[in-house]
């Protein structure tokens, strides 16, 4: 199995833009699809972006769509989302999830592994 590793986060002025990475560890991330989630205090967890196994189809929520960009380097085992824009809306903990399909999905339920999570602040 996979382990993930969230980093990168931290407080950010509206407008700014933070990168997130998601080291993984145990086998090789190209064996999975991964999606990043976020979840903000009293809010449900909502899927943010995900990436096919091979890197070659991506998809986004509407509220990041055109300031998010998820991409991957199997080479270095790691994932990335870099964040640009952001709004105070966008404070959350971001995780990474990975599941071993070529496809990605955007229910949380049909992730097999989890980060710990990273936390994003946004400041107005």
């Known amino acids: 199995q996979v382990q993930l590793v969230e980093s990168g986060g931290g407080l950010v002025q509206a407008g700014g833009s933070l990168r997130l990475s998601c080291a993984a560890s145990?086998?090789?991330?190209?064996?999975?699809?991964v999606g990043w989630f976020r979840q903000a205090p009293g809010k449900e967890r909502e899927f943010v972006a995900a990436?096919?196994?091979?890197?070659?189809?991506?998809s986004y929520a509407d509220s990041v769509k055109g300031r998010f960009t998820i991409s991957r380097d199997n080479a270095k085992n790691t994932l990335f989302l870099q964040m640009n824009s952001l709004k105070p809306e966008d404070t959350a903990v971001y995780s990474c999830?990975?599941?071993?399909?070529?496809?990605?999905?955007?229910?949380?339920?049909?992730?097999?592994?989890w980060g710990q999570g990273t936390q994003v602040t946004v400041s107005s």
């Open positions: 990436i096919s196994r091979n890197g070659g189809g991506t």
């Open positions: 145990g086998r090789t991330v190209s064996s999975y699809a």
């Open positions: 999830a990975a599941r071993a399909t070529l496809s990605y999905s955007s229910k949380y339920s049909s992730y097999d592994y």
